[in-house]
């Protein structure tokens, strides 16, 4: 991981900091595409790295992935090495804060939610938060 400062100007994404934490081995365009898929662009960046096992923690907003699933290779791409960045696991694990009906209302307006089905050895579990 680095500390990049490729959002300095608050250029990427104007409710992020100016220093993000990404992966080093990813190209500056699959980052940005990344942020255009997400609400806000709010792209999956490190907030935390346990020192003892390497588990990573990151934050984003909601996939512009609709009812139909619209994909993005970039992202699945970033979200991917971020498992593979994980020291002692290979599983990742998205937790969507929301209520599942929360999700699908938001899917029904363009907005939505990861699909398990874009990702190697994921699991998604809703919350149930309600606003």
């Excluded at 935390?48 to 791409?77: F, N, V, W």
Aim: hydrophobic letters at 35%.
């Amino acid at each position: 991981m680095i500390n990049t400062e490729i959002n300095k100007e608050y250029q990427l994404c104007a409710t992020y900091p100016k220093v993000l934490v990404l992966p080093r081995t990813l190209d500056v365009d699959i980052i940005k595409k990344s942020a255009l898929h997400r609400s806000r662009a709010r792209l999956p960046v490190v907030v935390y790295r346990s020192a003892i096992t390497g588990a990573i923690l990151a934050r984003c907003s909601q996939p512009h992935s609709g009812m139909r699933g619209k994909r993005c290779i970039e992202d699945e791409l970033l979200i991917d090495t971020y498992r593979l960045n994980s020291l002692n696991t290979t599983w990742l694990y998205l937790m969507d804060a929301r209520p599942y009906k929360a999700a699908i209302g938001n899917a029904m307006m363009g907005k939505g939610y990861e699909s398990t089905l874009h990702y190697t050895q994921t699991q998604l579990e809703f919350l149930n938060i309600d606003n």
